[in-house]
Every structure is written in C-alpha cells, then in structure tokens.
C-alpha cells in the first residue's frame, strides 16, 4: 500500500500478529487518506462556490500537515 507522509497508521498494521488488530489500522490509515483527499477537494471548486462556514485556514493548515507539509513559524 502507498501512502502518504504524514499518515500515522500506515506503518503500524504491519508488524502486528493480530490479525484484528492490523486490520483496524489499516481500515485508519485508508479513512486518514480518504479524509486529506476530501480536504484537497474543498480547494478544487471555484471561489464562487465556496462553502459557507467551511474555515478554509484551518482546513489548509489540517491538508498541509496531513501531507507531510508542516509549515515553520
């Protein structure tokens, strides 16, 4: 499985010998993944069609992180 930088569970599924357990992380790191692939959509409609309430600040910081992208302060 490819994943992405940032992914807490990707890495963790691997080396477990319960077998519930390693499906668990799996199952969170696809649903981490999903969750960074809505975020990045939110970016790709036209500015007319922003959604109202939507902090797209914080949204950016969340995508940015999710990717492996922390910013310096």
Known sequence: M????????A???????DGQWGMT???LAL???QRLA??????????DSA???????EAARQLS???GMRAEK
């Open 51 to 57: 959604i109202q309430g939507v902090d797209y600040a």
């Open 31 to 33: 649903a981490y993944e």
């Open 65 to 67: 992180e999710g990717l």
């Open 2 to 9: 490819s994943n992405l930088p940032g992914n807490p569970h």
């Open 25 to 27: 992380q799996a199952t």
């Open 38 to 47: 809505t975020l990045a959509t939110l970016f790709n409609i036209p500015d």
């Open 11 to 17: 890495e963790s599924w691997k080396d477990e010998s």
